[in-house]
C-alpha cells in the first residue's frame, strides 16, 4: 500500500511570531495578536487586524510581498525537514494564496520596483510559486491553489494526492496571504464582513506557512486522509442548512480518531449568532464538542473530544482497501498495523447489483462467518461445503473465511444484499491485481489473520481508485489555440479515449 506522506518540516510568519516556537508560545499564553489596524491603515479606525512584523521581511526590489513571506517559511521548512539546497531540483511546490497576492501589485509597496507591465501579469496570483523555485532551483513544476480560505488546504490535498499516486517522492507546501491591502479592505469593508468594537465579525490577518512532506518510512505526523465536498445550495452569507458539511463532519468523526478541532469557514457576521447556536446545535454539538470560530480562545491544542454514544463511530481499528494498489490495510489507532495484497473486481468500480464492480466508500463488517473452519474450506450461501481442490469447477472459489460488508453510504447501501464480501480465494496467483466479480478477495492464510483481528462493526473504507489510465488528458492551451480547436485536434491523434 502506498505510504502516508508525512510532514518534515514546518514553516509559519503571522502577527503570532516568526517561526513555530512562537507560534506555540502565542497559542499557549492565548494571545491573538490582534490590534487597531488603524496603527497601519489609519483610513480603518475600527477593525482590528493582525500583521507581520518586522515589515521589512516583506520588502524586496524584485518580489511581490507574499512572495517574501512564502521564501521566508519555506526556508525555515525546508531547514526544519533537514533538506539541502542541492537534494530541491526534482521537487514539485505546492504554493496557494487569495485575495493577499495583490499586496505590491496594485498599490504600492516599500522598495518594491514599480513595473507597469506587470500590472496585467498572470504572475500576480502565482508569484510565490515562482519565486520559491527560482530561489531554490528547482526544476520541478510548481502548483498554484487559489480558492479562497481554504486554498491552503486544498495545496496540501493536491500535494499528498501527487505524492500517493507516485509523481514525487517530496513535495513543498506553502499557503500565504496578505489582505491588509487597501483595495483588499475597501472590498471587504463593502460586504459589511468586518467586525468593530460593537459587532462581532471578522477580522483580517496576514499570514504564511510552509511544509515539507515526503514518503519516507521513518516516524512522523501523516496526511492519512482528506475530505471535502460542495453545497450547491449554500449561499454567500446566508444560514441556510448545509447538508454537505454535516456529513463531511459526520465522516470525519467516523473515520478519524478524536482529539480534533472543526472551525467551519463561516464568513458572515449577521449570521455569528445564528451560526453559534442553531447550526452548532443542528450540525455539529450531538456529534462532538468543537470551536466554531478563530475569535474562541486558542485552546485547541488542549481539548480533548470525545465520541458521541449517538452514533456508531469507528472503532479503534479500521480497514482501508486501496483500488489503485490493489492492497488492504488494517490500521491500528491510526497507524498501520498490517497490508495485504488483495484482488478487487476486474470490471472497475460501481455500485449496481450484477455489475460486477467493487462499491467503494464506508462500509462496516456486518458478520465474521467461517471462525474455526480449516484453511481454503469452500462456501456457498455463506455454509461450509468442504474444501476446495483443483478439480472444483467454481472460478470464482469463496473460502476459508467470509467479512460480509454493509454499505454505509447512500450510493453503497445496497452491498449487502449484492453480497459484497472479503473472503478467501483460490486464485492467489492472481492478487496483487483486479481480477475479481466484485468482492475483495485475499490469501487464504492472509485472510485468517484478517478474520482473527476484527469485530463486527469494524469500519471498512475502499478507496476509488485515483489513477485513470488511458482515459482522460488534461492540458493548458496559449492564446495561439483555443480550448475547442485543441480538443478536436487531441481526438484527430488518439480517438475516442479522450474528452
Known amino acids: 500500500m502506498p505510504i502516508a506522506p508525512a510532514i518534515r518540516g514546518l514553516g509559519c510568519l503571522s502577527c503570532l511570531g516568526d517561526g513555530v516556537n512562537d507560534h506555540l508560545r502565542a497559542i499557549d499564553s492565548q494571545t491573538s495578536g490582534l490590534r487597531p489596524l488603524r496603527e497601519l491603515q489609519p483610513d480603518f479606525p475600527d477593525i482590528h487586524a493582525g500583521w507581520i512584523k518586522p515589515r521589512s521581511l516583506l520588502s524586496n526590489r524584485r ?19 533537514g533538506w539541502q539546497n542541492d537534494d530541491l531540483s526534482d521537487v514539485p511546490v505546492f504554493a496557494s494564496g487569495s485575495r493577499g497576492n495583490l499586496a505590491g501589485w496594485l498599490e504600492p509597496w516599500q522598495d518594491r520596483r514599480p513595473l507597469g507591465l506587470f500590472a496585467a501579469s498572470n504572475s500576480i496570483a502565482c508569484e510565490p510559486a515562482a519565486a520559491i523555485c527560482h530561489h531554490h532551483r528547482i526544476r520541478a513544476p510548481w502548483h498554484f491553489s487559489a ?20 509523481r514525487a517522492r517530496r513535495a513543498i507546501v506553502v499557503a500565504v496571504d496578505l489582505p491588509l491591502v487597501s483595495p483588499v479592505l475597501d472590498a471587504f469593508a463593502r460586504t459589511g464582513m468586518f467586525g468593530d468594537s460593537n459587532t462581532p465579525g471578522m477580522q483580517p490577518a496576514e499570514a504564511a506557512a510552509a511544509i515539507c512532506l515526503d514518503l519516507e518510512e521513518t516516524p512522523g505526523v501523516r496526511i492519512t486522509d482528506d475530505i471535502s465536498g460542495n453545497d450547491p445550495d449554500a449561499r454567500f452569507g446566508g444560514n441556510r ?43 455539529i454539538e450531538k456529534l462532538t464538542p468543537y470551536r466554531l470560530h478563530p475569535q474562541d480562545r486558542l485552546r485547541a491544542r488542549r481539548k480533548t473530544f470525545h465520541r458521541s454514544p449517538h452514533r456508531t463511530l469507528m472503532t479503534d481499528r479500521h480497514i482501508e482497501v486501496s483500488i489503485d494498489a490493489q492492497t ?22 460501481g455500485f449496481v447489483s450484477g455489475s460486477y464492480r467493487t462499491p467503494t466508500g464506508r462500509f462496516r463488517i456486518a458478520e465474521k462467518i467461517g471462525d474455526g473452519a480449516p484453511i481454503r474450506t469452500r462456501f456457498e450461501s455463506r455454509q461450509p461445503k468442504g474444501i476446495w481442490n483443483e478439480l472444483d469447477s467454481h472460478s470464482d472459489g469463496i473460502l476459508t473465511r467470509i467479512l460480509w460488508l454493509d454499505g454505509q453510504d447512500p450510493e453503497n447501501r445496497n452491498s449487502r444484499d449484492r453480497f459484497i464480501y472479503i473472503h478467501g480465494t483460490n486464485q492467489e496467483s492472481r492478487l496483487g491485481k483486479p481480477a475479481s466479480h466484485g468482492c475483495v478477495r485475499m490469501g487464504n492464510q492472509d485472510m485468517i489473520e484478517l478474520f482473527d483481528l476484527v469485530a463486527p462493526g469494524t469500519t471498512v473504507i475502499i478507496h476509488p481508485p485515483l489513477i485513470m489510465k488511458h482515459r482522460l488528458i488534461f492540458f493548458d492551451c496559449d492564446s495561439t489555440l483555443s480550448s475547442i480547436e485543441g480538443i478536436d485536434e487531441l481526438a484527430r491523434a488518439r480517438g475516442g479515449d479522450v474528452f
Open 241 to 283: 442548512p448545509l447538508p454537505v458539511l454535516k456529513e463531511i463532519l459526520s465522516r470525519l468523526l467516523a473515520i478519524h480518531i478524536p482529539n480534533a478541532a472543526q472551525t467551519p469557514h463561516r464568513p458572515c457576521p449577521r449570521c455569528l449568532s445564528l451560526a453559534r447556536n442553531r447550526s452548532r446545535r443542528r450540525y
Open 328 to 349: 488492504l490495510t488494517l490500521f491500528d489507532h491510526g497507524h498501520p498495523l498490517r497490508v495485504w495484497s488483495i484482488s478487487t473486481a476486474s470490471r472497475g468500480v
Open 63 to 81: 518580489w511581490a510581498p507574499a512572495s517574501m513571506a512564502a521564501l521566508h517559511v519555506t526556508a525555515q521548512a525546508i531547514l526544519d525537514a
Open 147 to 166: 480558492s479562497g480560505c481554504c486554498a491552503g488546504l486544498d495545496a496540501l490535498i493536491d500535494a499528498a494526492l501527487h505524492l500517493r499516486v507516485g
